[in-house]
């Protein structure tokens, strides 16, 4: 049965905070780029503070048992140059 937005999910183990499967995908983005991207140097406290102003930790923890988002994350739509357009993301289908 799948649960709407607006209604509670299962209860959440949180590590400071951070929903703690959220908090394995920042540290697992980490890891990859630290092997992908070795210039990169992007911090897990970084990842993690962005996560938390974009999708509140993915909606406080609402992933599946892969770790992706139940509902999808979006951000605002960009233009050609990568600034915002000042319009919401077309939501998929």
């Known amino acids: 049965m799948s649960v709407g937005w607006w209604e509670p999910g299962p209860a959440v183990p949180y590590v400071g905070g951070i929903p703690s499967a959220v908090l394995a995908a920042y540290r697992n983005a980490a890891a990859i780029l630290a092997r992908t991207q070795p210039n990169c140097h992007l911090p897990v406290a970084l990842s993690a503070a962005i996560g938390k102003v974009v999708s509140g930790h993915a909606e406080g923890g609402r992933v599946d048992a892969a ?3 139940v509902t999808p994350i979006l951000g605002p739509e ?3 140059n990568g600034s915002a357009t000042g319009r919401a993301a077309p939501r998929p289908r």
């Open 67 to 69: 770790g992706d988002a």
């Open 78 to 80: 960009l233009d050609s």
